[in-house]
């Protein structure tokens, strides 16, 4: 039987970000979001060459912006149990507003916000 093609609990397709600071991106995504660590491959002055974080059933896999590699403004989507308190803890996290939370023309309640590394996070929970 050939290896499987994937690590075990890693989805099919996992989003790349390059940011102006991983650290701070690391941190944002635990602190508000619940992530959890996997992985984390630094260089020699400290930079994340690579890094891993699972998210629910996802994963998030990120890294420093470095020569030939900017850092590239991103937008993700993400499902959460209450809209409204995670929209709230990443301001008080020091995240910027891009929405308030808001119901328009679907069945998901829906707010924005940037985080320091320059990723657009678009927090959603079903309410319809």
Known sequence: ???PYRPDNYPAVSPYLVVDGADRT???LTDVLGATELRRFPDTQGYVIHAEVRLEDGVIMLGD???????RPAHVHIYVPDVDATYQS??????TSVQ???QKDDEDKRGG???PGGT??????RVK
């Open 90 to 95: 990443a301001l008080d996290w020091g995240a």
């Open 26 to 28: 690391i941190q944002f």
């Open 113 to 115: 916000v940037k985080d």
């Open 100 to 102: 308030v939370p808001m």
């Open 120 to 125: 657009t996070w678009w927090i959603a929970t």
């Open 1 to 3: 039987m050939p290896p």
């Open 65 to 71: 912006q470095a020569e030939g590699w900017p850092a």
